[in-house]
């Protein structure tokens, strides 16, 4: 083909409506409303919730699966009743394994993947915060008495909280060590930078 009658390339183009103008304000928002209304149209919520409620059966538990949230990014169900403490588990642990068997259930095809998050009331958060201000008076420990402190073995998830709470935090740095289900969080008290300069030091792990 003439090189003078190759169309133009569009990577990076800016597309125009037919009569010529840039999408507006309302195009973008009706079509992000498209895409929001084909995610909950796709039944991954409600088949995320009849997962979960079978599961649940099977494990002789009484407990109610409610959709919370239905939207393009995630699911949210929300598990009530009289054996939610037993469906949370040991720091969550039960309700992590639920969750994770049910976004393999809802995800295992890749196309349309949604993340399903499995709360009980607001279990979520409350978990959150308590390791945040856990993090926080540990860091504050490590700081006074200028020694790492080391955090027991926690999942992916907390441990991600921690690094966030602490992420701006002044004079520590924290670093997860160990593998599999021993890995854990430390929280590493850093010297301030001298005054004629040079990076700023590390205490040694004193184990």
Known sequence: MDERNKPP????????????????????EEESATRELAAQEDGKADLASEMLTEILTHMELAAEVVIREDSEERVVLNVQGEDVGRIIGKKGQTLDALQFIINKIVNRFPE????VLLDCGDYRERRENGLASMARREARRAMQQSRIVTLEPMSPRDRRVIHLSLAKMPGICTRSDGAGTDRRVRIIPVK???RSGGRPSRPRDDR
């Open 112 to 115: 349309g993947r949604r993340h």
């Open 192 to 194: 301030r930078q001298p």
């Open 9 to 28: 390339a569009m990577d990076g183009a800016l597309f125009f409506d037919e009569e010529g103008e840039p999408p507006g304000k309302e195009e973008i």
